[in-house]
């Protein structure tokens, strides 16, 4: 799958599918800074800035995100479970700026109810995350409340945002 994307990067290929965006997600946390950063990070950014997902596809990556608990997905274990927890952030970080951004394709596609669970879950992590890893040897750069910062940011510029939480 790692080199079928790749391949897609390379010649911006429009058309991703179910089992590639099952991937994507699945390996969002990827131990490897170059399969997550280089290859995963940056499909996500450059399918949705250009557009690239579906809807359906953009709804399906929500679903999976927040039926799953991914923003505190193991919230008491460090190593792996941190970048799943940090790229889950990040990615709903660009899913939640995309939603309140009136060009876009995916402008109001979160609910009142996904937004909520994405705020709650969001102060809950604050809270309750032990692991503030900048950069890790094994890692790479892992960005722990640096990208619960992102999304935190575009929460609270997003109109579904109850500015009395502030």
Do not use: C
């Amino acid at each position: 799958m790692k080199e079928q994307l790749l391949e897609k990067m390379k010649f911006n290929s429009q058309n991703y599918n179910l089992d590639e965006i099952k991937w994507l997600i699945n390996n969002r946390g990827h131990p490897n800074s170059e399969i997550r950063d280089k290859l995963i990070y940056r499909t996500f950014v450059r399918g949705m800035a250009k557009e690239l997902f579906s809807i359906d596809q953009i709804r399906y990556m929500i679903d999976q995100l927040l039926e799953k608990d991914f923003i505190l997905f193991e919230i008491d274990k460090k190593g792996e479970a941190t970048l799943k927890r940090s790229f889950s952030l990040l990615l709903l970080s660009l899913i939640v700026t995309y939603d309140n951004e009136k060009g876009s394709i995916y402008y109001k596609l979160l609910d009142k109810e996904a937004f909520k669970k994405i705020e709650n879950d969001t102060l809950t992590y604050f809270y309750k995350e032990l692991d503030f890893s900048g950069y890790a040897d094994r890692f790479g750069w892992v960005h722990t409340f640096v990208h619960a910062a992102d999304l935190m940011v575009a929460i609270v510029k997003h109109p579904l945002f109850n500015k009395t939480n502030l």
